[in-house]
């Protein structure tokens, strides 16, 4: 593995472990949400241990893991010096990194049916939207570090949301998706191609079905088709997709860059 690899999975590492330390620690303990079996259309199978309670559910979470170790593993180009494909593999592998912490969080919820779990689930969701934000800025704005830690720590603390209102979190998730498709449209007209302009229309249309399938998980459950695969499990197999469809638009992007002025490299 790379030293950057290492790096960026550090950093992952280390977030992740914060958000989890302050979670449990009791700080979004006021917060509401919902948890228990009753929320999903997916029957739980009692004769199932209780990580596989809902087997269809539970197991899509693994499709994280898959997708991030692939990511992981592809090469990351650049244009220009041996400084800008490192900076493209940290980039690459930070967002590779979310994936793998963030299938094992969303099992844990599934599993435990808890408020801490749940919370947890929820805001590590918007810093990964929030990086693709992020890595678009680094494209025009030149390698900034501390940019990129900005957006990150305001994509976190505006999970305090959902402590002023019981739907904080949706307001915040809905900020986020407008922010990633209006900074990747702006990118995309600077840098794209009809390849990245692809995987673009893709991964909104994959960002539409997650956010559509999983609010009327309950509704479709009337359809046959819809009642043992559920739309919950088809919203995470859109999540998954879309995780995808980005890696393909930011890394295409990547390649069609072109180098940065002298004053935005550090």
């Known amino acids: 593995m790379q030293p950057e690899s290492r790096q960026a999975l550090l950093h992952v590492a280390v977030a992740s472990c914060l958000c989890t330390a302050t979670v449990y620690a009791g700080v979004f303990d006021g917060i509401f949400i919902q948890v228990g079996y009753e929320h999903y259309a997916e029957a739980p199978v009692a004769s199932l241990p209780a990580f596989l ?6 197991l899509i979470n693994v499709a994280y893991v898959l997708l991030g170790m692939y990511w992981l593993r592809r090469r990351a180009r650049a244009p220009g010096r ?3 494909v490192w ?3 940290y980039l690459k592998d930070v967002f590779a990194s979310m994936a793998l912490v963030y299938g094992p969080v969303q099992w844990l919820r599934i599993a435990t049916q808890l408020h801490h779990a749940a919370v947890l689930d929820q805001w590590l969701t918007l810093p990964i939207f929030a990086w693709p934000v992020a890595w678009c800025l680094s494209l025009d704005r030149g390698w900034e570090p501390w940019l ?3 957006i990150e720590c305001l994509s976190l603390g505006s999970y305090g949301l959902a402590l002023l209102h019981p739907y904080g979190f949706e307001v915040a998730l809905g900020a986020h998706i407008i922010a990633v498709v209006g900074q990747a449209l702006r990118t995309h007209r600077r840098y794209g191609s009809a390849t990245s302009g692809t995987s673009l229309a893709l991964g909104t249309l994959s960002c539409l079905g997650f956010v559509v399938l999983k609010l009327c998980d309950h509704r479709l459950a009337r359809w046959y088709p819809f009642q043992r695969l559920t739309g919950h499990f088809w919203s995470k197999v859109c999540d998954v997709l879309q995780f995808h469809f980005a890696f393909l638009f930011l890394t295409n992007l990547n390649t069609g860059q072109r180098l940065p002025p002298e004053g935005k490299v550090h």
């Open 82 to 84: 041996a400084m800008e």
């Open 87 to 89: 900076r493209a593999r």
């Open 53 to 58: 309670a809902m087997p269809f559910n539970s």
């Open 148 to 150: 990129l830690l900005a």
